[in-house]
T-cell receptor
Framework: GENVEQHPSTLSVQEGDSAVIKCTYSDSASNYFPWYKQELGKRPQLIIDIRSNVGEKKDQRIAVTLNKTAKHFSLHITETQPEDSAVYFCAGSSGGYNKLIFGAGTRLAVHP | DTAVSQTPKYLVTQMGNDKSIKCEQNLGHDTMYWYKQDSKKFLKIMFSYNNKELIINETVPNRFSPKSPDKAHLNLHINSLELGDSAVYFC?????????????FGSGTQLSVL
């Protein structure tokens, strides 16, 4: 079946450093790629999304890049802060109903 | 004021019991979902409803039966609970005509089957 792989599973950075999380997808028809942030014990929340007709999108300290040819996309967080600590999930759409296939998540820890 | 609210937040029950989780959204969205997050945090869609009509049924055992009395509510009933059903169940809704975009999640129901 369709698959989204996410790396790394855990990521530890110092406050102020950048963090990069990468995902690859298998469905070449995928056209929508959201990123969700889930703090401990909380609900997942959409932080940024990108469509396949766009190569890059930025929102303040967060950016997402997409390489359709290689079928991978990445989340970039600059100037990380302790409140960025959370589990981040990538996802790709798949199938006629645009079903989301989620990656396994990346646990990001930002140390002061 | 909670946009997507689900109850209960915690549910502890014995194997074999039947239980329900309720979900309501006040965002005026047409589409609602149930997602399951297992102990490894893996998120997977179970069902999707658009205007009370079932759109996605993702190979979920028929012990799970969603019910949407109106487009603001999507409840989940589970019969004959099994140990493997233990997970966090998230309700969600989305605002656009395209399914599965810009999901708003509820706060989750942690189900523990003993």
């Amino acid at each position: 079946g369709e698959n989204v792989e996410q790396h790394p599973s855990t990521l530890s950075v110092q406050e102020g450093d950048s963090a990069v999380i990468k995902c690859t997808y298998s469905d070449s028809a995928s056209n929508y790629f959201p990123w969700y942030k889930q703090e401990l014990g909380k609900r997942p929340q959409l932080i940024i999304d990108i469509r396949s007709n766009v190569g890059e999108k930025k929102d303040q300290r967060i950016a997402v890049t997409l390489n359709k040819t290689a079928k991978h996309f990445s989340l970039h967080i600059t100037e990380t802060q302790p409140e960025d600590s959370a589990v981040y999930f990538c996802a790709g759409s798949s199938g006629g109903y645009n079903k989301l296939i989620f990656g396994a998540g990346t646990r990001l820890a930002v140390h002061p | 004021d909670t946009a997507v609210s689900q109850t209960p937040k915690y549910l502890v029950t014995q194997m074999g019991n039947d239980k329900s989780i309720k979900c309501e959204q006040n965002l005026g969205h047409d589409t609602m979902y149930w997602y399951k997050q297992d102990s490894k945090k893996f998120l997977k869609i179970m069902f999707s409803y658009n205007n009370k009509e079932l759109i996605i049924n993702e190979t979920v055992p028929n012990r799970f039966s969603p019910k949407s009395p109106d487009k603001a509510h999507l409840n989940l009933h589970i019969n004959s609970l099994e140990l493997g059903d233990s997970a966090v169940y998230f309700c969600a809704s989305s605002p656009t005509d395209v399914l599965n975009e810009k999901l708003f999640f509820g706060s989750g129901t942690q189900l523990s089957v003993l």
